[in-house]
Nanobody, 114 residues
């Protein structure tokens, strides 16, 4: 089973950028699609973006053209580059497989505020 550790969150002003990382362990990492999710205060966790094992990507409409998901198989790591951040992007960000087959990690807090 894949184990996950997210990092890279922080406080950023609107319009700023952050790069999140998700370090995965487990032999199945290279063959599964990976995804980022987020949970804002008082809201349900929602899907943000997916990257397949061959690099195809998909995004929720609200982050298209602002966020970029990628993966590095040599490092067993998935990234989320977030640009032009908005206050509504404030949330705890988590990674998981696209089928939610891994245990959730602790997440990383992203706060967008002036």
């Amino acid at each position: 089973q894949v184990q996950l550790v997210e990092s890279g969150g922080g406080l950023v002003q609107p319009g700023g950028s952050l790069r999140l990382s998700c370090a995965a362990s487990g032999s199945s990492f290279s063959v599964v699609a990976m995804a980022w999710y987020r949970q804002a205060p008082g809201k349900q966790r929602e899907w943000v973006a997916t990257v397949t094992r061959d690099g195809r990507t998909g995004y929720r409409d609200s982050v298209k053209d602002r966020f970029t998901i990628s993966r590095d198989g040599s490092k067993n790591t998935v990234y989320l580059q977030m640009d032009s951040l908005k206050s509504e992007d404030t949330a705890v960000y988590y990674c998981n497989t696209a089928t939610l087959s891994a245990n959730w990690g602790q997440g990383t807090q992203v706060t967008v505020s002036s």
